[in-house]
């Protein structure tokens, strides 16, 4: 069955420090993936995707992820992070069979030390 | 352009009731989709239509439903609540659902006593 795997429940950096959030997957084929990103409270907001092509991926607010086939991976990076990026990430996978739904992983809690 | 809106935003209801909530999604969006938030549980999937159809649906009871509107409009239904119904419902929506992105709205926090 097609699974997303966020390892990392919790994670803490200092403000300035770089930032990798690990995201793995489980698909037959290379899925359509995405991060999002959720602050207490709220909605999911897309942080950003890929499809197809570079597999190196800008997003907002400074977020890049780069899919790496073999190893079924997308990883979240930010070189600097700041204290508002203080929030709950999510990785998903939206099938490419037509099922028209997304799966996501459980979440991984960023916390920035000042 | 508007975001995707849903409607209460929070609401409380006791056991054996039944609840209603709303979402409008962007305009020109024709999939609707609904998510079910919970600390245990994570981001499950419920349910999602296109044009009046239902064409996915998660693994959930018959007491939870949906529709989708003529404007693209869903509203979905709990009924006979339980306490462990109690969770965030996130409503999504995308211009025809796999291939494009999907757009999440804030939610309606449902909390059963």
């Known amino acids: 069955a097609q699974s997303v795997t966020q390892p990392d429940i919790h994670i803490t950096v200092s403000e300035g420090a770089s930032l990798e959030l690990r995201c793995n997957y489980s698909?037959?084929?290379?899925?359509?993936l995405f991060w999002y990103v959720q602050s207490p409270g709220q909605g999911l907001q897309l942080l950003l995707k890929?499809?197809?092509?570079?597999?190196l991926v800008q997003g907002i607010k400074g977020f890049e992820a780069e899919f790496k086939r073999s190893q079924s991976s997308f990883n979240l990076r930010k070189p600097s992070v700041h204290w508002s990026d203080a929030a709950e990430y999510f990785c998903?996978?939206?099938?490419?069979?037509?099922?028209?739904?997304?799966?996501f992983g459980t979440g991984t809690r960023l916390k920035v030390l000042a | 352009k508007a975001g995707v809106t849903q409607t209460p935003r929070y609401l409380i209801k006791t056991r054996g009731q039944q609840v209603t909530l709303s979402c409008s999604p962007i305009?020109?969006?024709?999939?609707v989709s609904w998510y079910q938030q919970t600390p245990g549980q994570g981001l499950q999937f419920l349910f999602e239509?296109?044009?009046?159809?239902?064409?996915n649906k998660g693994n959930f009871p018959g007491r939870f439903s949906g529709r989708q509107f003529s404007n693209s409009r869903s509203e979905m239904n709990v009924s006979t609540l339980e306490l462990g119904d109690s969770a965030l419902y996130l409503c999504?929506?995308?211009?025809?659902?796999?291939?494009?992105?999907?757009?999440f709205g804030e939610g309606s926090w449902l909390t059963v006593v």
């Open positions: 999504a929506s995308s211009l025809t659902g796999i291939g494009n992105t999907i757009y």
């Open positions: 998903a996978v939206g099938e490419t069979s037509g099922t028209y739904k997304y799966i």
């Open positions: 698909y037959g084929a290379t899925p359509y």
């Open positions: 890929y499809f197809s092509g570079d597999t």
């Open positions: 239509y296109f044009s009046e159809t239902q064409r």
């Open positions: 305009s020109g969006h024709r999939s």
